[in-house]
């Protein structure tokens, strides 16, 4: 394809509030302007207010200066900043396509996460027509061969936010934003993966042939430009627990780091199961734990955690409310991760090599840990059938942890394998900059066709 004669391109990026989208986002905006393009980041009052909360800034301190033209705007979303936002979830983000079609710019949708998330979602009205889900309390658990480039055959892969079991976990205004989301994709004239080309070769295939699409996960550009740690720490919408020195005490590759992310919350029971585990396990252990909520309502340091667990345990325990990820699975001393296999928790994981013990809370969940565990093989799950039990949790980490049983070779020797693939992908030229650079050439084609040449902006959302 000729390069169309304005090299330019202005991205409007409008950030989502939850913090699992957020630093993709903000990663995404570096690659597009290393690649030549403007950038305008726009954030809500309400973000910018979490985020300056977080890092105990004043909110008009200006953003950082990364050396490329990126320019951060704040506006306001039309809601005080004391509003419940998740009241609104519906209506919050999902008028971007609307808005780029109104002033004929083109649209792109940005998904964090697995592109397999997308296509099941995209597919839906495919599995209503075939009569295997007609509505998100009535469906046919055999979905094999249904979706283009999808091989879910387990029911308790399918992503919890379109069936019905999990009500109680995901509330119905927000089941209602997924799925609209999922078809209001549609609109799009471009979608972007937070992924790994390698890593999902058929699905990605198989949604080029609906939309075009590019695995652009952009974590290369950071290493490349600016450190990051920095940059996905100064977009944290919590204060973060530095935990260098604790770790710094400990022997390498000793630390289990566990963490349910910011989003998804467990039962006391589940808490107290895994709490008794580690305490068994013997195992030394970086645990984030927000103590003042859990999902059954009340706290989680009100009978969740077992007598004696604080106590006797202290020497190799570290709890904290939270903490910059990325710097804590980069430590040496970390060995395993227990993840809930939130995609940006996956890709960072794996990014640093660490083997993962999974245990999926709700929504796409479920579906990551089928990929961790039965495709790429580089994790294990917590428990073969729920509930979770503190003789299984006690169990799996010290198979892991342990370093002297087959599990925990295979384990370290596929990641080590999935690892290099993602590290190779996201090198200069790897697939993700080659994915990066065709789609800015795809982008400018559109951009020419829609005002021959005149209109230089494009819409990006999440």
């Given at each position: 394809?000729?390069?169309?004669?304005?090299?330019?391109?202005?991205?409007?990026?409008?950030?989502?509030?939850?913090?699992?989208?957020?630093?993709?986002?903000?990663?995404?905006?570096?690659?597009?302007?290393?690649?030549?393009?403007?950038?305008?980041?726009?954030?809500?009052e309400?973000?910018?207010?979490?985020?300056?909360?977080?890092?105990?800034?004043?909110?008009?301190?200006?953003?950082?200066?990364?050396?490329?033209?990126?320019?951060?705007?704040?506006?306001?979303?039309?809601f005080?900043?004391?509003?419940?936002r998740?009241?609104?979830?519906?209506?919050?983000?999902?008028?971007?396509?609307?808005?780029?079609?109104?002033?004929?710019?083109?649209?792109?949708?940005?998904?964090?996460?697995?592109?397999?998330?997308?296509?099941?979602g995209?597919?839906?009205?495919?599995?209503?027509?075939?009569?295997?889900?007609?509505?998100?309390?009535?469906?046919?658990?055999?979905?094999?061969?249904?979706?283009?480039?999808?091989?879910?055959?387990?029911?308790?892969?399918?992503?919890?936010?379109?069936?019905?079991?999990?009500?109680?976990?995901?509330?119905?205004?927000?089941?209602?934003?997924?799925?609209?989301?999922?078809?209001?994709?549609?609109?799009a004239d471009?979608?972007?993966?937070?992924?790994?080309?390698?890593?999902?070769?058929?699905?990605?295939?198989?949604?080029?042939?609906?939309?075009?699409?590019?695995?652009?996960?952009p974590?290369?550009?950071?290493?490349?430009?600016?450190?990051?740690?920095?940059?996905?720490?100064?977009?944290?919408?919590?204060?973060?627990?530095?935990?260098?020195?604790?770790?710094g005490?400990?022997?390498?590759?000793?630390?289990?780091?566990?963490?349910?992310?910011?989003?998804?919350?467990?039962?006391?029971?589940?808490?107290?199961?895994?709490?008794?585990?580690?305490?068994?396990?013997?195992?030394?252990?970086?645990?984030?734990?927000?103590?003042?909520?859990?999902?059954?309502?009340?706290?989680?340091?009100?009978?969740?955690?077992?007598?004696?667990?604080?106590?006797d345990?202290?020497?190799?325990?570290?709890?904290?409310?939270?903490?910059?990820?990325?710097?804590?699975?980069?430590?040496?001393?970390?060995g395993g991760?227990?993840?809930?296999?939130?995609?940006?928790?996956?890709?960072?994981?794996?990014?640093?090599?660490?083997?993962?013990?999974?245990?999926?809370?709700?929504?796409?969940?479920?579906?990551?840990?089928?990929?961790?565990?039965?495709?790429?093989?580089?994790?294990?799950?917590l428990?073969?059938?729920?509930?979770?039990?503190?003789?299984?949790?006690?169990?799996?980490?010290g198979?892991?942890?342990?370093?002297?049983?087959?599990?925990?070779?295979?384990?370290?020797?596929?990641?080590?394998?999935?690892?290099?693939?993602?590290?190779?992908?996201?090198?200069?030229?790897?697939?993700?900059?080659?994915?990066?650079?065709?789609?800015?050439?795809?982008?400018?084609?559109?951009?020419?066709?829609?005002?021959?040449?005149?209109?230089?902006?494009?819409?990006?959302?999440?």
């Amino acid at each position: 394809m000729a390069e169309p004669d304005f090299i330019k391109p202005h991205a409007i990026m409008v950030e989502f509030l939850f913090q699992g989208h957020i630093n993709p986002f903000i990663n995404l905006a570096i690659g597009l302007a290393s690649k030549g393009c403007t950038v305008t980041y726009v954030q809500t009052e309400c973000n910018q207010h979490l985020i300056s909360k977080a890092r105990a800034a004043d909110p008009h301190t200006p953003e950082p200066d990364f050396g490329l033209d990126i320019r951060f705007k704040t506006i306001s979303d039309g809601f005080p900043l004391d509003f419940d936002r998740e009241l609104n979830f519906v209506d919050n983000y999902l008028w971007l396509p609307a808005v780029a079609a109104k002033y004929n710019l083109p649209a792109v949708s940005f998904w964090p996460s697995a592109a397999l998330r997308l296509s099941v979602g995209y597919h839906l009205e495919l599995l209503k027509e075939k009569g295997l889900f007609r509505s998100c309390g009535d469906y046919n658990a055999d979905i094999h061969g249904h979706i283009p480039g999808v091989k879910l055959t387990d029911v308790t892969d399918f992503i919890t936010y379109f069936v019905p079991e999990d009500d109680e976990m995901v509330p119905p205004v927000l089941r209602e934003g997924i799925v609209k989301a999922h078809l209001e994709v549609r609109k799009a004239d471009f979608i972007l993966y937070y992924t790994v080309q390698e890593l999902e070769v058929e699905t990605l295939s198989a949604l080029d042939q609906e939309l075009p699409s590019y695995a652009v996960r952009p974590t290369n550009f950071l290493l490349h430009l600016i450190s990051t740690v920095t940059i996905i720490s100064r977009r944290s919408l919590r204060q973060e627990t530095d935990c260098a020195e604790w770790l710094g005490s400990k022997p390498p590759g000793s630390v289990l780091f566990v963490s349910f992310g910011s989003f998804a919350q467990t039962s006391k029971q589940v808490i107290r199961e895994i709490a008794r585990g580690l305490q068994t396990s013997r195992v030394n252990f970086v645990w984030v734990l927000d103590l003042d909520t859990s999902v059954d309502g009340g706290t989680h340091d009100n009978g969740a955690l077992p007598p004696g667990f604080e106590s006797d345990i202290a020497d190799r325990r570290l709890i904290i409310p939270w903490c910059d990820q990325c710097k804590v699975l980069s430590h040496p001393t970390i060995g395993g991760f227990l993840t809930h296999c939130g995609w940006s928790s996956i890709m960072e994981s794996i990014w640093f090599g660490v083997p993962m013990i999974c245990y999926p809370i709700f929504t796409d969940q479920p579906t990551n840990r089928n990929m961790v565990v039965n495709e790429w093989k580089v994790g294990v799950n917590l428990c073969d059938e729920p509930p979770v039990s503190a003789e299984e949790v006690a169990q799996k980490v010290g198979r892991l942890m342990s370093g002297n049983n087959n599990v925990s070779d295979e384990l370290r020797r596929e990641m080590m394998k999935t690892s290099e693939i993602v590290h190779n992908a996201m090198a200069s030229n790897g697939s993700s900059d080659r994915n990066l650079e065709r789609f800015l050439l795809d982008l400018k084609e559109k951009i020419r066709t829609k005002e021959q040449g005149r209109v230089k902006q494009f819409v990006a959302s999440q």
